[in-house]
């Protein structure tokens, strides 16, 4: 028997651990997954696993789901990666459950709700001030607030913003930047920005644009930002961002075959984290001297 639930990483994986219930068994690897599957009816005590902790690429987890969904033992897994091809061949398997990423007015109410759950008196602007700060990353929203519970008082906006430490935010081409200027921070930028919930996949496709824009810019003549902008069809900021940081045009030819060589092996089935950072060690290995 399988459940599966998908959509928003965190709410996946707390749903499958409700689901579950208190006293399952987690297995955080392919070798324990394969050990409960290979007991059979033996054990009745529910399991529950997140895919992306297993290292498969997307036929690996297709199969993996199907091997679950005809086995007797009850087993809850979650997702938030899931494609929309691979959400449909599973209804057809196992219960789906798609929890998206809470937005908006939704995104306060959730929140909201979660103050209350944790028995925090907290007026509406303590809530807000905490998405100000920590926008939808919902796993640190709930952190904080477990953190909260623990303190005194009602909590107000201004108390959230003294009490609620903010990390220095890490963008894309920061991470260009790094494996430009100082390779050995590249990949501790890499994983930073994949720790605040940055899809792989999509960190992948921005890492492209920028150096595309990169090597649009360098065989420009022009260097006005504004001018330039205008020219490619992008936004000034990006532009002159890549202006200050004149790469050599074959060491960004490189560096876009290396990201495209990992679209291709994503598109055969390897796991997305795994060949990002790979390839980033790859680029910060080969960046040049300084």
Do not use: C
């Amino acid at each position: 028997m399988l459940e599966v639930f998908s959509g928003d990483p965190f709410l996946a994986q707390r749903a499958a651990q409700a689901a579950a219930g208190a006293g399952a068994r987690r297995l955080a690897d392919l070798a324990a997954v394969r050990a409960a599957l290979s007991q059979g009816t033996l054990v009745a005590q529910p399991s529950v696993l997140h895919l992306p902790d297993l290292g498969l690429g997307a036929p690996g987890r297709r199969s993996l789901l199907g091997e679950l969904a005809a086995a007797s033992g009850p087993f809850f897994a979650s997702d938030g990666e899931l494609s929309l091809s691979l959400q449909a061949e599973l209804q057809a398997l196992a219960p789906l459950t798609v929890l998206p990423t809470p937005k908006g007015p939704e995104l306060l109410r959730w929140v909201q709700a979660e103050l209350k759950g944790a028995g925090v008196s907290a007026d509406t602007s303590a809530a807000q001030q905490l998405i100000t700060l920590l926008g939808a990353d919902l796993a640190r929203i709930a952190q904080e607030i477990q953190r909260l519970s623990a303190l005194d008082g009602s909590l107000t906006a201004s108390r959230v913003a003294a009490l609620v430490a903010v990390p220095a935010p890490v963008d894309t081409f920061s991470l260009l930047e790094a494996l430009a200027r100082e390779p050995a921070l590249a990949l501790v930028r890499a994983e930073a920005l994949l720790e605040q919930g940055e899809p792989p996949l999509r960190l992948l496709a921005t890492l492209a644009w920028h150096y595309d824009l990169l090597l649009r810019v360098q065989l420009s003549q022009l260097r006005s930002p504004l001018a330039l902008a205008k020219r490619l069809g992008a936004h000034p900021f990006p532009v002159r961002r890549a202006l200050a940081l004149p790469l050599a045009v074959q060491t960004i030819a490189h560096a876009l075959e290396q990201l495209y060589t990992v679209e291709r092996q994503l598109k055969s089935g390897a796991e997305a984290r795994a060949a990002l950072v790979a390839a980033l060690a790859g680029l910060a290995l080969n960046a040049p001297a300084r």
